[in-house]
């Protein structure tokens, strides 16, 4: 039988071993999945692999429930999207999906708002002890590890992708997204975690929200998420390990964030709703 995927090293299209449940070409490269519950399709040389800290410092922050209010967000707008309402099944892809908080947390809420829905998902990293920790955590998604600017994945695959606080470059989700699907994009909006970044940039000034959107896709709809919460010292650390600037915070930055007090630091995304021109 046939399978959405692609073999990663010939690129031909994979077939599922009715009996094994293992994938081959018809060149014979054969795929099993592995004892840990996830599908190795192949590494790049040098992955963006979070530390042991780094992934603690995720879980502890996801697990606090901050970005509760995200994934309620996101589960709201696919289920009252009208490409969705009709329909019986949904597959979706997540993008460097990390350990999978988002796909777990988001079905958990759909399926109590559309319990009629199957939804099929398939979670992508390049980091195979994000992966590992995303299978362990939950065997329902199907889980990748694989070069993510070539995904072992045949075009027109899946009717949603999320690609959630990510840069949106390339044209590997486009492709891999149905005629009528929906690409889900959430970025961090420009007041994204604003106290603790003053903390490193001490002429921090806001910036207009960029819509410059690749060519092959058409925005739907727009969204801006804003909340405040309160955080301690330790999980604004976290949350600053979370960023791509956290390389700017040297030892006197983190010391005086982790002994600081934040009341109503703010938690700013923008939700972009695409599909396929």
């Known amino acids: 039988m046939k399978s959405i995927y ?15 449940k293992g994938l081959h070409c018809e060149n014979k490269h054969h795929f099993d999945k592995n004892e840990q ?16 800290a780094v992934m603690r410092a995720k879980r502890y922050v996801l697990e606090s429930g901050i970005y509760v209010p995200l994934a309620e967000k ?17 597959s979706q892809l997540d993008y460097d999906c990390g350990e ?14 559309l319990p009629e829905l199957s939804i099929e998902q398939t979670g992508v990293s390049e980091a195979e002890n994000a992966i590992f920790a995303a299978a362990k955590a939950q065997a329902g998604p199907t889980y990748i ?12 695959s899946f009717d949603l992708v999320t690609l959630i606080d990510k840069q949106l470059k390339g ?19 420009p007041r994204h975690l604003w106290q603790i970044r003053e903390f490193i940039y001490p002429e921090l000034s806001e910036k207009p ?18 909340i405040n919460v309160n955080v301690s010292g330790e999980q604004a650390i976290a949350l600053l390990e979370m960023t791509p600037y956290a390389w700017r915070a040297n030892d006197n930055v983190r010391h005086n964030i982790q002994h ?3 009341d109503t630091l703010e938690i700013d995304f923008v939700i972009n709703v695409m599909t396929r021109k």
Request: net charge positive; charged share 25%; aromatic share 6%.
């Open 6 to 20: 692609l073999c990663p090293t010939c690129q031909s299209g994979l077939m599922e071993h009715q009996e094994s």
């Open 37 to 52: 519950g996830y599908w190795l399709f192949g590494q790049v040389k040098k992955p963006k692999v979070d530390s042991r």
């Open 74 to 90: 996101l589960a709201e707008i696919i289920a009252q999207l009208p490409q969705f309402s009709t329909k019986e099944s949904l």
């Open 100 to 113: 999978g908080y988002f796909l777990r947390t988001v079905k958990a809420i759909l399926t109590e708002q």
């Open 145 to 156: 590890v694989s070069n993510l600017k070539h995904l072992p994945i045949i075009d027109e």
């Open 171 to 189: 044209k590997e989700l486009s492709r891999v997204l149905k005629q009528q699907g929906i690409l889900l994009h959430v970025a961090a909006g």
């Open 209 to 226: 929200i960029s819509t410059n959107l690749p060519k092959e896709l058409e925005l739907l709809q727009s969204e801006r998420l804003s």
């Open 260 to 262: 600081a007090k934040f």
